[in-house]
Nanobody
Framework: QVQLVESGGGFVQAGGSLKLSCAAS????????MGWYLQAPGKQRELVAG???????AYAYFVKGRFTISRDNAKNTVYLQMNRLKPEDTAVYYC????????????WGQGTQVTVSS
């Protein structure tokens, strides 16, 4: 059974940093596509960053240069380093995973709240 467990969310002032972690079990992050999504109140979930099995990364335009996705294969964990946070980054952040043969992300964590105050 696949489990993705996020941690690291919290409350931070604008300009600050947080690092989210996604501990995976039942799925091997090094051979999977892993991503981070956010969902703000009243809005749809949207992709923030992704990392392929080959290690290529991609970012939404609104976080590019501020957020970094990475993984630790030995710990089977994916991270999202978030710097220069803005109030509009406030959302629930979800970790997602899939194998490359699957078209869309089909494994999700429970989410972790990030709140950025102005």
């Amino acid at each position: 059974q696949v489990q993705l467990v996020e941690s690291g969310g919290g409350f931070v002032q604008a300009g600050g940093s947080l690092k989210l972690s996604c501990a995976a079990s039942g799925i091997i992050v090094s051979i999977s596509y892993m991503g981070w999504y956010l969902q703000a109140p009243g809005k749809q979930r949207e992709l923030v960053a992704g990392i392929t099995s080959g290690g290529r990364t991609a970012y939404a335009y609104f976080v590019k240069g501020r957020f970094t996705i990475s993984r630790d294969n030995a710990k089977n964990t994916v991270y999202l380093q978030m710097n220069r946070l803005k109030p509009e980054d406030t959302a629930v952040y979800y970790c997602a995973g899939k194998y490359s043969s699957v078209r869309e992300y089909n494994r999700w964590g429970q989410g972790t709240q990030v709140t950025v105050s102005s």
